[in-house]
């Protein structure tokens, strides 16, 4: 059995180079430049090109900060969201070294190269060839090789350029000399260890293994524990990694001979590409559930229109109408000359057969059909059913869900008392009268009225949901009450007398009775 080999790609200035080959600006180095984002303090730089780091400034810090230092620093809004699709993209590209890659966030990429090395003459060739097609695609890397996925970052970003660790190599050994941030902890963590006097990995093999785990037994995650880190890189534990996995989004589009502006000509443009769209659709045995429709003008802007539906439908007829609403209010501006419809959801549909009578009577009616119509016109939030969830507390019992979408859990099992007809959206506190601190209650105050109660059932318990609640929260005891004049309730005691977790109990109703 082959060793595993795992390449790790680190783009060290991905956020600069994504925003350099998105501007077509190659000087960007030329002048200190700062990404920044906004938070509720003010600008915070993401990254700095190379000449915003020879002023002094740091990512991280507030722009204020870097402007003392260097007030004429260039900025341009971060793009966090660009930046992790880039790298998702970039996962998928390095697939050519290896059967599968990886995600390694913010801006990195594990490949494994396992039995693939000797296809590019070998590891030292194969770093050499990924680091040339980066560099061609514009970007700063840094590469290496090694057993598992932790000692191949910790050389990437803290070891020699181009570093391979051999299978034969010890990790412990060899990568005694690297800092503890090789082992990819967060801020915190690393900040202890050095104030502990263990700023190396050798440093930390000199410690005895049951004293870190008296220090860091209460870190569960990886990133707060360096003895689950230590054991990730020397290949103690397996690591979890979760691969990249192309998604070819089926497309047609339509290149027109002359721009058009006219609605009717939209239309048919439209009825076009849905037509395109079904055969293509068809040939997979596949329907879509979300599709994206762009126009590109001739001035050069993109008018793009999102449809998703509520099942799998590959209907032309169906899918062109529900676009067709889309375009109500769009631009031609000087006119289209290009039209392109994406299927960015797909999922499975079997080809049918049937009576072609009863397709032609039921098209139209069907639920999935009436969904998509009210969401088009109402808004993809205003159509939602309420599904039973597994909860003991009332306002828990139920949540909205999308129409067609299946219902994950059921509350079969829990056998409740009646229920009200009409929950209130909040239960509302009330004042009550009862003849002691435990006892029924005789007159309750609702919203500025008093209502005498006639009848009393009740109590109904029901405890705290311990494992979501805090421990302050007090049990519940219900009562179904009817007033003078019949009108029936359902109030509940929040909490008991002298039960530790509060004062006096207080009463809310929360329901009407039938």
């Known amino acids: 059995m082959l060793p595993r080999r795992i390449l790790s790609i680190w783009c ?80 998928v590209w390095a697939q050519r070294w290896g059967p599968w890659s990886a995600i390694d966030p913010p801006d990195g990429v594990i490949v494994d190269v396992t039995g693939a090395a000797h296809l590019f003459g070998g590891e030292r060739a194969l770093i050499g060839d990924a680091a040339m097609r980066f560099a061609r695609r514009g970007f700063a890397t840094r590469l290496a090789i090694a057993s598992t996925a932790g000692a191949a970052w910790a050389l990437a970003h803290h070891g020699p350029e181009a570093a391979i660790l051999e299978p034969d190599d010890d990790p412990a050994e060899r990568l005694a000399v690297l800092p503890v941030a090789a082992l990819r902890l967060d801020a915190a963590t690393v900040l202890l260890l050095r104030r502990l006097g263990l700023k190396r990995l050798g440093d930390l093999h000199g410690v005895a293994r049951k004293n870190l785990t008296r220090r860091f037994r209460h870190h569960s995650t990886p990133a707060a524990n360096p003895l689950i880190r230590m054991d990730q890189l020397i290949g103690r534990v397996p690591e979890p990694l979760l691969p990249v996995i192309a998604h070819d989004a089926p497309m047609v589009e339509r290149r027109l001979m002359e721009p058009i502006r ?115 016109r109402l808004g993809a939030q205003a159509v939602r059913r309420p599904v039973p969830q597994a909860s003991h507390l009332p306002e828990r019992a139920q949540r909205w869900q999308l129409p067609l979408e299946p219902v994950r859990g059921q509350q079969d099992e829990f056998e409740f008392h009646a229920r009200p007809v009409k929950l209130l959206d909040r239960a509302e506190p009330i004042g009550v009268v009862y003849l002691s601190p435990d006892g029924l209650p005789r007159r309750f105050r609702w919203r500025g009225e008093v209502h005498e109660i006639a009848r009393v059932e009740g109590p109904e318990r029901i405890a705290p949901e311990w494992w979501r ?4 929260t007090r049990l519940r005891d219900y009562y179904r009450i009817e007033d003078e004049q019949g009108r029936r309730y359902w109030i509940y005691r929040s909490g008991l007398p002298d039960d530790g977790r509060g004062g006096v109990p207080a009463w809310f109703l929360q329901g009407l009775c039938g």
């Open 262 to 376: 006219h609605r009717e000509l939209l239309d048919r443009v439209i009825a076009d590409l849905c037509a395109d769209m079904a055969r293509l659709l068809e040939g997979r045995a596949q329907g879509a559930r979300r599709l994206e429709l762009g126009f590109w003008r001739v001035d050069g802007e993109v008018v793009v229109r999102s449809l998703e539906l509520a099942a799998a439908s590959r209907d032309p007829a169906h899918i062109a109408g529900l676009l067709g609403r889309k375009l109500d209010d769009i631009d031609a501006g000087l006119g289209i000359e290009l039209a392109r419809l994406r299927s960015a959801w797909i999922e499975p549909l079997a080809l049918s057969q049937r009576d072609f009578e009863e397709g032609a009577e039921a098209r139209g009616t069907s639920l999935a059909t009436c969904i998509d119509r009210l969401t088009a």
């Open 12 to 91: 060290r200035d991905l956020a600069i180079d994504h925003w350099r080959l998105g501007d077509g600006n190659e000087q960007a180095d030329a002048t200190p430049l700062a990404l920044i984002t906004e938070t509720a303090h003010g600008p915070r730089i993401a990254a700095l090109n190379r000449a915003g780091l020879e002023t002094g400034a740091q990512p991280g810090t507030m722009l204020a900060d870097a402007r003392a230092l260097c007030p004429g620093i260039a900025t341009a809004p971060s793009d966090h969201a660009g930046d992790l699709a880039l790298i998702e993209n970039l996962a």
């Open 469 to 472: 609640e805090r421990s302050t």
